[in-house]
């Protein structure tokens, strides 16, 4: 008998462990949302339908970046090139907008679209899911709109991207808020505020400035906390 009430409070206590372990333990930050972005049309018809321009305001967005003539800005996640023509007039006809996607026919279209549009400065890149391809040491601003959620590891894949950066470059990252939307993907694929936060501060950056100009998402532009003494361009201590 004593034995047997012995092993039911080790139970009792493995399982109180584990429970206590699972509170404890931080929000995963693999990708809560996994699309297959091959059927342009389809995709097309989400990302530039008209009404979008009510709630996303990408004049507003880009203006608010302060980019300037020759700037080199990633649009990671560039969809189908909806913030194109907005960043590349921003950075004018000596910068650049690397369109970064990871879908082949979404290339094939943001090269058509840059032909298109009469936008020679946008330059359509194929990254991989982990590799985002961009010149090492030469990128002003990396641009993230609505494609967070869908990173995995994000920490690994965040401190990553700071080798692509210039000494004073930045992210700026625009997210769905986590409540109930008019517009946007399920609750269960949107991440608080507070997280992200955390999770760029765990990956080497700070909060440089935040904006609210727009209704749906939350639009946080970071630094890095310290530049990479080894990546190009960086000077050495």
Same mark, same amino acid.
């Given at each position: ?95 650049? +907008? %690397? /369109?970064?996607?990871?879908? $082949?026919? #979404?290339? @094939?279209? &943001? ?7 009469? !936008?020679?400065?946008?330059?359509? +890149? %194929? /990254?991989?899911?982990?590799? $985002?391809? #961009?010149? @090492?040491? &030469? ?7 609505? !494609? ?90």
């Amino acid at each position: 008998m004593a034995l047997a009430r012995c092993g039911a409070v080790m139970l009792l206590l493995t399982l109180a462990s584990a429970c206590a372990l699972r509170a404890e333990a931080p929000p995963s930050d693999d990708a809560t949302s996994h699309h297959d972005f091959a059927d342009v049309a389809y995709w097309s018809s989400v990302f530039d339908d008209p009404a979008r321009d009510t709630w996303q305001k990408p004049r507003e967005l880009v203006a608010a970046l302060g980019l300037s003539s020759g700037n080199v800005v990633a649009d990671l996640g560039a969809g189908t090139g909806y913030f194109s023509r907005y960043l590349a007039t921003a950075v004018g006809a000596g910068g650049t +907008v %690397l /369109a970064v996607e990871t879908e $082949p026919n #979404l290339v @094939v279209h &943001l090269r058509a679209r840059a032909e298109r549009e009469k !936008t020679p400065n946008v330059v359509p +890149v %194929l /990254a991989s899911a982990s590799d $985002p391809r #961009l010149p @090492v040491g &030469l990128v002003d601003l990396i641009l993230v709109v609505d !494609t967070y959620h869908h990173f995995d590891d994000r920490r690994t894949y965040l401190r990553a991207l700071r080798r692509f950066l210039r000494p004073n470059g930045r992210v700026a990252i625009v997210d769905w808020q986590k409540r109930e939307l008019p517009v946007g993907p399920d609750m269960d694929h949107k991440l608080p505020r507070e997280q992200v936060l955390e999770e760029m501060r765990a990956s080497g950056y700070r909060l440089a400035a935040e904006h609210t100009l727009l209704p749906y998402q939350y639009f946080l532009v970071f630094s890095q906390e310290e530049p990479d003494a080894d990546r190009p361009g960086t000077p050495t201590r």
